[in-house]
């Protein structure tokens, strides 16, 4: 699929745009009224995703219109979850207590993955006439836009599953300080949340991680691990504080594996781009983009002969 130069959006692409953000958006809700079933509805919000946004891409030919859509979904969620929460301690101040569950997370990062990679795709595998300067700062623009989507989630999910999971308890605080308790916990099965507490906390820092090596392209691996390293303290540090959970220091050492994980996706993206441009096109995933020598190989010569 070759996608048009960068230019400012017309007034239908952004009404297509907005439009297919808005269904974005009404997509859990409505797979969850139809289906019921978790599971599939997850499958379900998977395969529309990949029609709506292969469509958009088909009609308006532009990575920002996806980036529009993108942005539209984000806003209007964290709008809802806004509203929901003061709505909820208005009417139950006492009881009351946001919660992100699992359906409604797992559909907040498909919302924004499956987009994003779609496009990531289409741009990863450009060449010819659909590799040019413009449709190089078209990708930069919507990699702007889905960074800052990408922000809204994030710390939506940090506050309400993180930091601030349950209500604040009465009981004593605790700390863990034994390394590698919690996780052989989970692994032998004793543990009430099993192998699904590991993987939370080893991907909950991939989207950090990711966001700050396409922010600094230069940040090296230690890096990325001291900064997981602080941010985890931090969190843990906060649910101590509050008491809304068990400060652990085996969740520091999962969330600096999913920095990790984040890093190597960026670099392993950039890298698989390389190898498709013959070196010509190093650095996909960022802000910028790499300026092409557009000039014909023909008065290239002539001018070289002069």
């Known amino acids: 699929m070759n996608v048009l130069p960068s230019q400012k959006l017309t007034i239908s692409q952004v009404f297509l745009g907005l439009a297919a953000g808005l269904m974005l958006f ?7 009224n139809q289906i019921g079933s978790e599971g599939l509805c997850e499958a379900y919000i998977l395969l529309i995703l990949l029609v709506i946004t292969a469509v958009l891409l088909f009609i308006t030919k532009r990575y920002e219109s996806v980036g529009l859509a993108i942005m539209t979904m984000s806003c209007l969620m964290a709008l809802s979850i806004v509203l929901e929460i003061i709505m909820g301690f208005i009417e139950s101040p006492s009881t009351y207590w946001p919660d992100l569950n699992k359906y409604r997370i797992v559909s907040m990062f498909l919302l924004w993955f499956i987009p994003f990679v779609c496009c990531m795709t289409v741009r990863l595998l450009s060449t010819g006439n659909g590799d040019n300067n413009d449709t190089r700062r078209g990708f930069a623009v919507f990699m702007s836009v889905c960074m800052k989507a990408l922000l809204i989630i994030y710390i939506l999910v940090i506050i309400f599953k993180l930091i601030l999971p349950d209500k604040p308890s009465q009981e004593n605080r605790v700390i863990e300080w034994m390394i590698f308790k919690r996780i052989s916990e989970c692994i032998s099965g004793t543990h009430e949340n099993g192998i699904a507490y590991i993987m939370w906390h080893c991907i909950v820092l991939a989207p950090l991680s990711f966001y700050l090596s396409v922010l600094v392209p230069k940040f090296k691996l230690w890096q990325i691990a001291i900064t997981a390293a602080c941010f ?19 969740d ?8 990790i994980l984040g890093l190597l996706f960026k670099k392993s993206i950039d890298k698989l781009r390389s190898v498709i441009t013959k070196g010509e096109d190093t650095e996909i995933l960022s802000f910028e983009y790499n300026h092409m020598n557009t000039k014909p190989k023909g008065e290239a010569q002539v001018l070289t002969e002069e």
């Open 26 to 32: 009404l997509l859990p809700n409505d797979a969850k």
């Open 252 to 259: 520091i050492l999962m969330m600096i594996v999913g920095s």
């Open 232 to 250: 985890g303290l931090a969190t843990e540090a906060m649910q101590f504080i509050f008491n809304t959970g068990s400060a652990c220091t085996d």
